[in-house]
Structure formats: structure tokens, C-alpha cells
């Protein structure tokens, strides 16, 4: 059975730095590549970073510099370290392949507010 549990989202201030964490069971996790998402209530679902099998990354333009992403192919975990955040970061954050074909996690919310 599939699972994609993400976590470590929360209220942090401008400026301020989150890690999320997405745990992931039931699938080849070291085999594929593994992606960021993020989601407003009025925008579309985005990509925000992805890692292949051997570690290179990419990063939309709105958060390279300011996020990293990473992975653990011992534990099947997909990290996200976000700093300097910014108001426009709000959203609901989502681990999944890249591209998608699994069922979606539940997120984790992230919001940027002073």
C-alpha cells in the first residue's frame, strides 16, 4: 500500500525557515525521482523541487537560492528545507513522484504571515 505522509509545515513569520518532511512507504523509492508540490486554493498544483535517484536537483524559479531539497533512500524520506520565506510561500505542500502517479498525501500547510 502506497503512502505519502508529509509533515513539518506550520505559521512562521516572514524571514523565517521550515523543514517538511515527506515519509514514504510501498513504493520504489530509490528508483525514482521524488518532487515538491504546492497548492493555493486559487492557483493550480505546482512543482517546487524535485531529486532525481542520484541527488541532482531543480527548483522553480520563486525558491531556488532559498529552498533545498533532499532525500534519503535508507529511510524512503524526501526532505524540503525552506528559507528566507516569503507571504507567497503559503500553501499546502505535497511529496510525490515526478511526474505525480501516486495517490496524493494529505500536505502539510505552510504559512508565511507576520
Known amino acids: 500500500q502506497v503512502q505519502l505522509v508529509e509533515s513539518g509545515g506550520g505559521l512562521v513569520q516572514p524571514g523565517g525557515s521550515l523543514r517538511l518532511t515527506c515519509a514514504t512507504s510501498?513504493?520504489?523509492?530509490?528508483?525514482?525521482?521524488m518532487a515538491w508540490y504546492r497548492q493555493t486554493p486559487w492557483e493550480q498544483r505546482d512543482l517546487v523541487a524535485h531529486?532525481?535517484?542520484?541527488?541532482?536537483?531543480y527548483y522553480a524559479d520563486s525558491v531556488r537560492g532559498r529552498f533545498t531539497i533532499s532525500r534519503d533512500n535508507v529511510k524512503n524520506t524526501v526532505y524540503l528545507q525552506m528559507n528566507s520565506l516569503k507571504p507567497e510561500d503559503t500553501a499546502v505542500y505535497y511529496c510525490?513522484?515526478?511526474?505525480?502517479?501516486?495517490?496524493w498525501g494529505q500536505g502539510t500547510q505552510v504559512s508565511v504571515s507576520s
Open positions: 510525490n513522484a515526478l511526474p505525480y502517479r501516486f495517490v
Open positions: 510501498g513504493i520504489s523509492f530509490s528508483a525514482i525521482t
Open positions: 531529486v532525481t535517484r542520484d541527488g541532482s536537483t
